[in-house]
């Protein structure tokens, strides 16, 4: 009976709303980091600067506060204990500190330690994404 309610409870509209703009907002988040190597290299720091701290932190806060509100919604179907849950907000503090520790100081210097950091910081990214992906698609432990 729990589980035909719980997949009444995550079959509702505001579910569904909620989760697609959690998904919207990792794909603001991640998206431009795809850019950035490349905007770096031609000279376009001020591009990305505006682009990360306009566009990419604001849309990495958001992603945690809507997969907050889908863990809350789910009522009990999935709780903060759960091993993808609480792997997944290890993951995103970490890409909260990559973003705002190696990448937002590198983004203005074409310095060679710059372009390292942001390369390291990109590939860091990107390696979560993954990670997070994989964790939010097969939920081990659920």
Not at 43 to 49: D, L, R
Request: proline share 5%; glycine share 8%.
């Amino acid at each position: 009976m729990v589980t035909a309610m719980t997949a009444i409870l995550l079959d509702t509209a505001g579910y569904r709303v909620m989760a697609l703009l959690h998904i919207l907002s990792a794909i603001v988040a991640f998206g431009p980091l795809f850019l950035y190597p490349g905007l770096h290299k031609s000279g376009e720091t001020a591009t990305i600067a505006r682009l990360h701290m306009r566009l990419t932190f604001p849309a990495l806060i958001l992603l945690w506060v809507l997969g907050m509100g889908l863990a809350g919604m789910s009522e009990g179907a999935y709780e903060v204990a759960d091993p993808w849950i609480s792997i997944s907000i290890v993951i995103w503090a970490v890409l909260v500190a990559v973003s705002w520790l190696m990448i937002r100081p590198a983004i203005t210097s074409d310095s060679p330690s710059a372009v390292s950091r942001m390369a390291a910081g990109t590939g860091i990214s990107h390696t979560l994404l993954l990670i997070g992906l994989i964790l939010m698609v097969w939920k081990p432990g659920a």
